[in-house]
């Protein structure tokens, strides 16, 4: 109860410049429910190097992207850029570029101890996941703005690689809840798909994400996660609590 001449919350006027935030609080069991059932999507997903070629709707990819956009982000400033792309011809040069990037890694560029780490995915320089994948989005970082007024400027972003990072988890996570299967796919350097693309000086190519449904064949790894007390440190430890 508002005490008198205290304003209440339907009169209270917030500040210049910002609006109240009152979302919506569930009780611990409403809490656990929401998390079990989030559990149990990403408890799916794997990242999936066989797809079918089934096209994806175009709208869902844009309600994922939506998602993804949403993110927080240094000072606001949403330094990403999502490209969809659907086009068999412009998959098929992409395709031709990665694998000439990837021959040159997995035969010089990446370490013994690298290709060892790797090769219980059983991957090589050969990517027909790109061609095959009915969508890819590739993500792109904007390393800063190109301001006009009052003169040409470079204006600065901010966190860019965990900004872009948050949102790419976003991403995946919407694609995921949507029953689309997805790679996050790193064809290093990956200077080629900004060029192929035509993307501006001040974006560099992040992440290649072929998106789609698995092949009926599609086989993943055997991996195991890492268990709670190996990724979690609780400060005080569980004899204090
Ligand atoms: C930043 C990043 C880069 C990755 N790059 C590649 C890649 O270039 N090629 C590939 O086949 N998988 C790539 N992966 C996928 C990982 O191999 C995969 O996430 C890991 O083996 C765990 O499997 P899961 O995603 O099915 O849980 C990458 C994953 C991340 C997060």
Redesign the pocket.
């Known amino acids: 109860m508002a005490e008198a001449g205290e304003k209440t919350s339907s009169e209270a006027v917030p500040s210049e410049g910002f609006e109240f935030y009152a979302p919506e609080r569930f009780t611990p069991e409403q809490m656990k429910e929401r998390l079990a059932s989030l559990e149990n999507v990403l408890a799916g997903?794997?990242?999936v190097?066989h797809f079918s070629p089934n096209p994806v709707p175009m709208d869902v990819l844009e309600s994922a992207i939506r998602i993804a956009s949403s993110a927080p982000s240094g000072a606001h400033k949403q330094p990403w850029t999502f490209c969809i792309v659907t086009d068999p011809k412009l998959k098929a040069s992409i395709r031709e570029a990665a694998e000439r990037e990837e021959l040159i890694s997995y035969t010089s560029r990446m370490s013994e101890r690298w290709l060892a780490d790797i090769k219980f995915?059983g991957?090589d320089h050969v990517k027909p996941f790109i061609e095959e994948a009915p969508a890819l989005i590739i993500v792109f970082k904007r390393l800063y703005e190109l301001d006009d007024q009052p003169a040409p400027t470079k204006a600065p972003n901010y966190y860019v690689p965990e900004s872009v990072g948050i949102a790419t988890g976003f991403l995946l996570v919407a694609l995921q809840q949507a029953g689309l299967a997805a790679?996050?796919?790193?064809?290093s350097p990956m200077n080629f798909l900004g060029k192929l693309l035509g993307r501006p000086e001040n974006e560099r190519a992040f992440l290649n994400i072929p998106v789609g449904w698995p092949a009926s064949d599609a086989e993943?790894p055997i991996?195991r996660r890492k268990s709670m007390a190996e990724v979690m440190v609780k400060y005080p430890g569980s004899e204090e609590e």
């Open positions: 997903r794997r990242s190097r995915t991957t790679l996050t796919h790193t064809p993943v991996i």
